[in-house]
């Protein structure tokens, strides 16, 4: 089952990613995602499905609002229930992810706070083509071992976002990625799902 996991070399504040979500399942560290509204958290489709690519129960599921850390509580943090989950209906996973995109509608409203907050997000989805060489982030508990174990801390990197002809050159087995989907490449083994990543990127 492919995980997401983010190795960043750069532990994140107390509230400087509000926005941050910690996905659990069946008590266990799953995913990241990030919050949408006082309802809603978006993250990957192939966090919230199984190994057949069937949708997990969301009775299982627990979001963990405002933590930078796993192992101890500050008080500033809020845990809530999932009561729905939602994939993209034209999600796929046939040797690559398309359309890796998911809901999770919590039971109640979440109340907003210095350290739960929305994130922004664009009006419309900005062609590759302006967005080269311009600086991305990723966060979360990713896993700084080969163990694949998360993080204890909320950690964070940087990525430059590539053009798609570099992305190709840099991608093995044909699989390139959709019009919509950015790429982007960092150093000092800053990865976003370093098994898959490690599997479709060639060595520089």
């Given at each position: 089952m492919l995980k997401t996991r983010v190795n960043g070399d750069i532990t994140a504040k107390s509230s400087e990613f509000p926005f941050h979500v910690a996905i659990f399942f069946e008590s266990r560290y799953r995913c990241g995602g990030s919050l949408l509204t006082e309802k809603a958290t978006i993250s990957a489709s192939h966090c919230i499905v199984n190994s057949t690519q069937d949708l997990l129960p969301s009775?299982?599921?627990?979001?963990?609002?405002?933590?930078?850390?796993?192992?101890?509580?500050?008080?500033?943090?809020?845990?809530?229930?999932?009561?729905?989950?939602?994939?993209?209906?034209?999600?796929?996973?046939?040797?690559?992810?398309?359309?890796?995109?998911?809901?999770?509608?919590?039971?109640?409203?979440?109340?907003?706070?210095?350290?739960?907050?929305?994130?922004?997000?664009?009006?419309?989805?900005?062609?590759?083509?302006?967005?080269?060489?311009?600086?991305?982030?990723?966060?979360?508990?990713?896993?700084?071992?080969?163990?694949?174990?998360?993080?204890?801390?909320?950690?964070?990197?940087?990525?430059?976002?590539?053009?798609?002809?570099?992305?190709t050159e840099k991608i093995i087995f044909a699989l390139l990625p959709e019009q919509s989907t950015f790429c982007a490449i960092a150093k000092d083994n800053v990865l976003a799902c370093p098994g898959m990543i490690k599997f479709l990127i060639k060595s520089h």
């Open positions: 009775d299982n599921f627990r979001l963990l609002f405002g933590s930078v850390d796993l192992l101890s509580l500050s008080g500033n943090e809020a845990l809530r229930k999932v009561k729905e989950i939602y994939k993209h209906p034209d999600y796929s996973f046939e040797r690559i992810l398309r359309n890796d995109i998911a809901v999770l509608r919590i039971d109640g409203n979440l109340q907003f706070s210095q350290f739960i907050q929305p994130i922004c997000l664009p009006n419309s989805l900005p062609s590759i083509n302006t967005r080269v060489n311009e600086h991305l982030v990723i966060l979360g508990f990713g896993s700084s071992t080969e163990s694949l174990k998360p993080s204890r801390y909320l950690h964070y990197g940087r990525m430059t976002v590539i053009s798609r002809a570099q992305c």
